[in-house]
């Protein structure tokens, strides 16, 4: 693609930007407008849009029509995310909710190691194909993985329960589902305490959660090192072939998926009864030890292949901190999505500063001062859990909220409760 549109090294830069620019400003207004209307409207619209948009980049000709279009794509990408983080949120009860929100973290992992893949093999088997590039049949066929899965969204994305249609739900379970997060201590959406007024946003920014959270989610995105292709640039670096270098490295994407799945299970388990601060800190914990032995760089090479993968570990930490999110804001809903959309705005801003900073390309493939600097932000990761832990057990108890050994046993109650209507309706029918 640069070649065939004539691109510099600024230009490369300037397309970056503009997709940075589209991506940061569409957050905030989109969580706000899936409380005004349907999320089954607006997320398959941007699923719909993103597509669209992806199209469209296989036919430019000129960078000024690259630079428009990844404004777009950016835009809707950006609205895409923390309305899905938002919604699958508000369904579910602290003791189910770090499982889903882990799985779709890892469906990201997922899709970084096999776009490898795609591309391979797009650019190896269809260059040149119908008069078009390999660059441009690669965005051919995002946009026909997208489309169906835009579409498929407007009948089956269920709203948030408080205003649920679904037609695979009947009216009693998603009452059920409304009564059930009522009772786990959550404001429902559209509460008279937490709806939309002129000064929602002042009264947002006075909180701790505000400011807590969002330098949090920026020590989670900057303690996992993913800025730079490390691996990848030290085979390469060391002679080795084309395929381990293109290969090897997914294994840190799978690491990252395993991680996030078991670590979504443990938190959610009666082990730990939806407590989200242990987790976080073990696997920050293990991505510490891999970026400092790679700090030190000159270590055993069985022990840096180690450092390489167990470096990965922090992948799951993302999906457990947004999962979080509810328990620390039960009394706001709306709250809960702001927060999500300004705490991934806040940090995504400030990578800019802080890949150029301390990931500069001239230090490959050692990278010393940002393995420094992922180990640093561990470590600080860490701190921040076990403060939102005390700030959330302190909450609870000016609140009157019960503990989460009492929420349990209350949810086990109501589970037996229905569970007794349902064998006494089945009895009356029989």
Same mark, same amino acid.
């Given at each position: 693609m640069k070649e065939a549109l004539n691109m510099n090294g600024n230009e490369l830069t300037y397309m970056s930007n503009v997709f940075t620019a589209g991506y940061v400003i569409s957050q905030l207004p989109a969580v706000i407008l899936v409380t005004k209307l349907r999320p089954s409207h607006v997320i398959p619209t941007l699923e719909c849009l993103w597509a669209v948009f992806t199209f469209c980049s296989a036919a430019v000709t000129s960078v000024p029509q690259l630079y428009g279009l990844r404004f777009l794509i950016g835009f809707c990408e950006g609205a895409?995310?923390?309305?899905?983080?938002?919604?699958?949120? %508000?369904?579910?009860?602290?003791?189910?909710?770090? *499982?889903?929100?882990?799985?779709?973290?890892?469906?990201?992992?997922?899709?970084?190691?096999?776009?490898? &893949?795609?591309?391979?093999? +797009? &650019? !190896?088997?269809?260059?040149? *194909?119908?008069?078009?590039?390999?660059?441009?049949?690669?965005?051919?066929?995002?946009?026909? =993985?997208?489309?169906?899965?835009?579409? =498929?969204?407007?009948?089956?994305?269920? !709203?948030?329960?408080?205003?649920?249609? +679904?037609?695979?739900?009947? @009216?009693?379970?998603?009452?059920?589902? /409304?009564? /059930?997060?009522?009772?786990?201590?959550?404001?429902?959406?559209?509460?008279?305490?937490? *709806?939309?007024? @002129? *000064? @929602? $946003?002042? /009264?947002?920014?006075?909180?701790?959660?505000?400011w807590v959270l969002s330098f949090g989610y920026f020590f989670v995105q900057s303690s996992h090192p993913s800025q730079q292709p490390f691996y990848s640039?030290?085979? @390469?670096?060391?002679?080795?072939?084309?395929?381990?270098?293109?290969?090897?490295?997914?294994?840190? %994407?799978?690491?990252?998926?395993?991680?996030?799945?078991?670590?979504?299970?443990?938190?959610?388990?009666?082990?730990?009864?939806g407590k989200r601060w242990q987790t976080i800190a073990v696997l920050q914990g293990a991505s510490f030890l891999g970026t400092l032995v790679l700090a030190i760089w000159n270590v055993p090479v069985g022990l840096k292949y180690f450092a390489m993968y167990i470096s990965f570990c922090s992948a799951g930490v993302p999906g457990l901190f947004y999962s979080w999110f509810p328990d620390l804001m039960p009394h706001d809903h709306e709250m809960r999505g702001f927060l999500t959309a300004f705490s991934n705005m806040f940090s995504y801003v400030n990578q800019i500063?802080?890949? !150029?900073?301390?990931?500069?390309?001239?230090?490959?493939?050692?990278?010393?001062?940002?393995?420094?600097?992922?180990? %640093?932000?561990?470590?600080?990761? $860490?701190?921040?859990a076990f403060l939102m832990r005390v700030l959330e057990k302190r909450d609870a108890k000016k609140d009157n909220r019960p503990s989460y050994e009492q929420e349990a046993e209350g949810r086990e109650r109501m589970e037996d409760g229905v569970i007794r209507e349902v064998q006494a309706d089945l009895v009356h029918v029989g």
């Open positions: 895409f995310f923390p309305c899905i983080i938002y919604l699958i949120g %508000s369904w579910y009860t602290k003791h189910e909710r770090a *499982k889903r929100t882990t799985l779709f973290y890892c469906t990201a992992s997922l899709a970084h190691m096999f776009s490898g &893949y795609l591309q391979a093999a +797009a &650019y !190896d088997n269809l260059d040149g *194909k119908l008069g078009h590039a390999g660059w441009q049949w690669l965005f051919i066929i995002c946009g026909i =993985i997208s489309l169906p899965v835009g579409v =498929i969204g407007y009948f089956f994305n269920p !709203d948030f329960p408080e205003n649920t249609r +679904a037609f695979y739900l009947t @009216k009693e379970e998603a009452a059920y589902a /409304r009564e /059930r997060l009522v009772l786990d201590g959550y404001t429902p959406l559209g509460s008279s305490s937490s *709806k939309w007024d @002129k *000064k @929602k $946003i002042f /009264r947002i920014a006075t909180t701790w959660q505000f640039l030290w085979l @390469k670096s060391e002679g080795h072939s084309v395929y381990q270098i293109n290969v090897w490295p997914t294994g840190q %994407s799978a690491v990252g998926a395993v991680t996030q799945i078991v670590a979504g299970m443990l938190s959610d388990s009666p082990l730990l009864g500063w802080f890949q !150029d900073a301390v990931w500069r390309t001239e230090e490959a493939p050692e990278f010393r001062p940002g393995f420094i600097a992922a180990a %640093s932000f561990s470590i600080a990761l $860490i701190l921040t």
